[in-house]
């Protein structure tokens, strides 16, 4: 069974950092290509950050120089560090990846910016 869970969302101040954590289980972590996507209200899911299996990562241009993704595949976890966080960043972030000819995604975690 395939699962993501997500940790690390809350509520941060403009100019402010938070770090969001993936763990995933079910699958074989050091060969699949992970995902950092989020939706606002209103708005459809976006492609925040992705990380191929050998480390290649790509950002949307919205954060690029602000955030960070990596990956620990000892512990089978994906990460995004947020800096600079904008009232703009607010949003349900959601952990991805493709495993045996499908996607899965996680829970979701609730960012916050806001003063």
């Known amino acids: 069974q395939v699962q993501l869970l997500e940790s690390g969302g809350g509520l941060v101040q403009p100019g402010g950092s938070l770090r969001l954590s993936c763990a995933a289980s079910?699958?074989?972590?050091?060969?699949?290509?992970m995902g950092w996507y989020r939706q606002a209200p209103g708005k459809q899911r976006e492609l925040v950050a992705g990380?191929?299996?050998?480390?290649?990562?790509s950002y949307a241009d919205s954060v690029k120089g602000r955030f960070t993704i990596s990956r620990d595949n000892a512990k089978n976890t994906v990460y995004l560090q947020m800096n600079s966080l904008k009232p703009e960043d607010t949003a349900v972030y959601y952990c991805?990846?493709?495993?045996?000819?499908?996607?899965?995604w996680g829970q979701g975690t609730q960012v916050t910016v806001s003063s």
């Open positions: 991805k990846t493709n495993a045996y000819g499908r996607v899965y």
């Open positions: 079910g699958i074989m972590f050091n060969i699949n290509p």
């Open positions: 990380i191929q299996p050998v480390g290649m990562t």
